[in-house]
């Protein structure tokens, strides 16, 4: 069983910063595609940043300059810094893994989403 495990979050005023941290646990041999989506009441859930194998940095164009992902591929983490903080931010983000092998010739059945941490970016 693989599970991704989540941590940081929080209330944080505008303009200050957070770090979100993830984490595979389980039988993990690799994974393809580790990153952040946020969601927020009513809107769907929105690509934030990953780091694919290559490695590829993908950004969403909103968090450009102000969010930095980095991603350790021997322990299967991700974290996530957040600097710059605008109460557009404020949403539940959620960690993503994709192609996920439990060994070099098995695959985990689907992708991966951790349980969701509640950024909130308020005074």
């Known amino acids: 069983q693989v599970q991704l495990v989540e941590s940081g979050g929080g209330l944080v005023q505008p303009g200050g910063s957070l770090t979100l941290s993830c984490a595979a646990s389980?039988?993990?041999?690799?994974?393809?595609?580790m990153g952040w989506y946020r969601q927020t009441p009513g809107k769907q859930r929105e690509l934030v940043a990953r780091?694919?194998?290559?490695?590829?940095?993908d950004y969403a164009d909103s968090v450009k300059g102000r969010f930095t992902i980095s991603r350790d591929f021997t322990e299967n983490t991700a974290l996530l810094q957040m600097n710059s903080l605008k109460r557009e931010d404020t949403a539940v983000y959620y960690c993503?893994?994709?192609?996920?092998?439990?060994?070099?010739?098995?695959?985990?059945?689907?992708?991966?989403w951790g349980n969701g941490t509640l950024v909130n970016v308020s005074e």
């Open positions: 993503n893994a994709d192609s996920v092998r439990t060994s070099r010739t098995d695959w985990y059945g689907s992708e991966l």
């Open positions: 389980g039988s993990v041999y690799s994974i393809y595609s």
């Open positions: 780091v694919r194998m290559g490695p590829t940095t």
